[in-house]
C-alpha cells in the first residue's frame, strides 16, 4: 500500500488534531496503508504512537522544513501527503508542488482569501473541508468542484457515549445543581472567553445554584487571555467556578475521563467566534448533553437536539481579511435559562422525568462516529489516489491528449486537421 505522511500534531498531543489523526492513522494502518505522522506540534524526538511511526518537529516553525521534505521522501515511492492544519501557515514553495490531500478549516465567512489561494495554488492538492459549511465556502472561493470533498471531525462512540460514569463527586458539584461546562484551547481571542464569561456570570446571578467547570488554561499561556481578571471583574464567586488541573490538561486528560466530566454537565457551551469544526460540540452531544453554540461557520450544522444557536456582532479579522461573529451576551444568558428550565424534571409516577433525553440527542450524531467516517470517507478516498482516479502532484490538473491527433499536435508532428 502507499506511503501517507500526514503533516499535523503528533497523535499523543492533547489538542483536536492530535485526536484526528490518530483515530485516522490508526484505521489507516489496520487497512494496509503505511500512514506516519510529520510532527508541527507535540514530537520533540521521533517516537510511534499506537503504531504509527512520528517524525519529530522540524527546525521551522509549523513544519515548513520537516513537512515537506518528509512528504517528498514519500512521493518518491509512489506516496503522498497530508496536511491538517491552518494551511496559510505552510510559508514553504513546496507545499504547492506535492502531491497533497489536505483536510482544511474554514473558521470565518467567507473564507479567507489567503486560505483560498494556498488551496488552489499549484493545482497539486486535493482538499477535504472538514465542515458543509467549508466545504461550500472553498467552493464560493473558487476551489473547483471536483478538486474537493467533504469528510468530517470523528469520535470514539464506544467512549462518548451517554451511558457511564460521571465525576461530579470528584469535581464538588451537588447533583442537584446545574453545571455548564466549556472546553476550548485559550489560544487567541477567537474562543470568545470574555463573552462566554459574561453570559454564564448573568445566568448564574439568576439561578444561583450553578457551578461553571473550565476545561482550559486560566492564565493563557498560549497566546490566550488571563482568565482570572474577567471572572473577578463579574464579581463572581469563585466556590462555583471549577477548573481542570493545569499539570493535568498539558499532559492530557485521558479520553474517558473527559468524556464523564462532559458526560456530568447539563450543558456544553461553546459560543465561539468561529470554528473549523468544533470537536466538543460534537463530543457534548454524544454523551447526551446539549449545547449552546454561535449561529456561524461549522457549529451550526453540529447543534442537534435541545441545543442553542446564539447570533452575536460581525467582527472584521484584519489578520485573515475576513469576519468572525462575537456571541452576544444576553443570548447567551437566556440559551443556558432554557436549558436551566428543560432540566427541572416532573414528578411522575413517583419519579423525576425531564424533558431532555440523552439517548435522543446521543442518536443524532452518529454519522460522526470514527470508523463509520473512515470506512464511508477516508478508504474510498484513499483508493481513488491509489488508483489514479484522483491525482495528486503538481501535473495533477494538466489536459490529458485525448486521441492520436491531440497527441500528436502536443508533440508538435502533423494531423490531418
Known amino acids: 500500500m502507499k506511503k501517507i505522511v500526514a503533516v499535523t500534531n503528533s497523535p499523543i498531543a492533547p489538542t483536536g488534531y492530535g485526536t484526528q489523526v490518530r483515530q485516522l492513522g490508526i484505521r489507516a494502518r489496520k487497512a494496509g496503508w503505511d500512514f506516519s505522522v510529520s ?9 510511534e504512537v499506537d503504531g504509527i511511526p512520528v517524525w519529530s518537529e522540524g527546525l521551522i516553525k509549523y513544519a515548513n522544513d520537516s513537512g515537506p521534505e518528509n512528504i517528498a521522501l514519500a512521493a518518491d515511492e509512489g506516496g503522498f501527503g497530508m496536511t491538517l492544519m491552518d494551511v496559510w501557515v505552510g510559508m514553504n514553495p513546496l507545499w504547492h508542488q506535492l502531491p497533497l490531500v489536505c483536510w482544511v478549516p474554514v473558521d470565518h465567512d467567507p473564507t479567507p482569501p489567503q486560505v483560498a489561494k494556498w488551496c488552489i495554488e499549484g493545482g497539486n492538492k486535493y482538499i477535504v473541508a472538514m465542515s458543509k459549511f467549508g466545504e461550500q465556502a472553498l467552493l464560493k472561493a473558487g476551489v473547483p468542484r471536483d478538486r474537493l470533498t467533504y ?13 457511564g460514569p460521571t465525576m461530579r463527586e470528584q469535581i ?17 481571542d477567537r474562543k ?3 463573552e462566554m464569561l459574561m453570559g454564564w456570570v448573568m ?24 482568565l482570572m481578571p474577567i471572572l473577578a471583574a463579574l464579581e463572581v464567586d469563585p ?39 468544533g470537536l466538543p460540540v460534537l463530543e457534548a452531544q454524544a454523551v447526551g448533553t446539549p449545547v449552546v453554540v454561535s449561529r456561524f461557520t461549522a457549529q451550526t450544522e453540529l447543534c442537534k437536539e435541545y ?111
Open 307 to 417: 441545543g442553542s444557536l446564539v447570533d452575536g456582532q460581525l467582527a472584521w479579522d484584519r489578520g485573515q481579511e475576513s469576519w468572525y461573529k462575537v456571541p452576544n451576551v444576553l443570548q447567551i444568558r437566556d440559551a443556558l435559562l432554557r436549558n436551566y428550565e428543560r432540566w427541572q424534571g416532573t414528578l411522575v409516577n413517583g419519579k423525576l422525568e425531564y424533558e431532555i433525553d440523552r439517548h435522543l440527542l446521543a442518536s443524532q450524531v452518529q454519522e460522526y462516529d470514527a470508523d463509520r467516517v473512515y470506512a464511508e470517507k477516508w478508504q474510498p478516498l484513499f483508493e481513488k489516489i491509489a488508483s489514479g482516479e484522483i491525482k495528486l502532484g503538481a501535473d495533477a490538473q494538466k489536459p490529458v491528449p485525448v486521441n492520436r491527433a491531440a497527441r500528436r499536435a502536443k508533440k508538435g508532428g502533423r494531423s490531418k486537421f
Open 239 to 277: 466556590n462555583v467556578i471549577r477548573w481542570v488541573n493545569p499539570v493535568q490538561m498539558r499532559a492530557g486528560v485521558d479520553t474517558a475521563t473527559l468524556a464523564a466530566l462532559t458526560r456530568s454537565a447539563n450543558c456544553s457551551l461553546l459560543t465561539s467566534r468561529g470554528e473549523g469544526f
Open 151 to 163: 469528510i468530517p471531525h470523528a469520535i470514539e462512540m464506544n467512549v462518548w457515549t451517554p451511558d
Open 39 to 47: 510532527a508541527n506540534y507535540g514530537a520533540p524526538v521521533n517516537m
Open 203 to 226: 445566568f448564574q446571578k439568576i439561578v444561583q445554584d450553578a457551578y461553571l467547570y473550565l476545561h482550559t488554561d486560566r492564565y493563557g499561556h498560549l497566546e490566550g487571555i488571563p
Open 172 to 188: 464538588r458539584v451537588p447533583m442537584q445543581s446545574h453545571l455548564t461546562i466549556i472546553t476550548a484551547m485559550n489560544k487567541g
Open 192 to 194: 470568545s472567553f470574555p
